[in-house]
């Protein structure tokens, strides 16, 4: 993108939210409206800003609730916009597990996903949006003090809720509240 072309998107229409009070806008929007949206990343969280990354470069980013949304200007469109692996920040990846039948197994980090978790994976983005498994499914007590099966993504925790039913029984972790929160 050329810088003509980058402040061209830069001073494009914003779209703000009030439930948040904070607006998205350039590249951010761009991705926010081809990735899913409200129910793949959430409301913005915050304003962009620029931080130093896991990287140690600065970059310019935006929280979503569940998303951090990085510019890299140097990558081409649509790849300018990537997100942040808080998945690896919150549960290092676990050691491999042997491949299951019925299952989708990823030797790159050796882990399976399967059922529920694999239709939501592969229907919302798959590899780009959430990156490779980093567990299996387990049961972990969340925020909310209930256990649920869940399963680690290098981008996020997919949360297989019971009470609701499909296809929204699979719900994604609040991760940027809790990264942009100091959890």
Known sequence: MTSAELYAELAAPEHCFSETNFCVRGPFLRYWQTHGGLAINGYPISNEFTQV???GNAYTVQYFERVRMEYHPTNAPPFDVL???F???LHPADPPAPQMAG???FPETG???RGS???YWQRNG???QFGYPLSEEFTETLEDGQPYVVQYFERARFEHHPENPAPFDVLLGLFGRRILGGG
Request: charged share 25%.
């Open 87 to 89: 998945g690896r920040r």
């Open 53 to 55: 990354l896991e990287d």
């Open 103 to 105: 299952a989708t197994y």
């Open 111 to 113: 882990h399976n996903v």
């Open 126 to 128: 798959g590899l780009a």
């Open 117 to 119: 978790f694999l239709r």
């Open 83 to 85: 997100l942040g692996q």
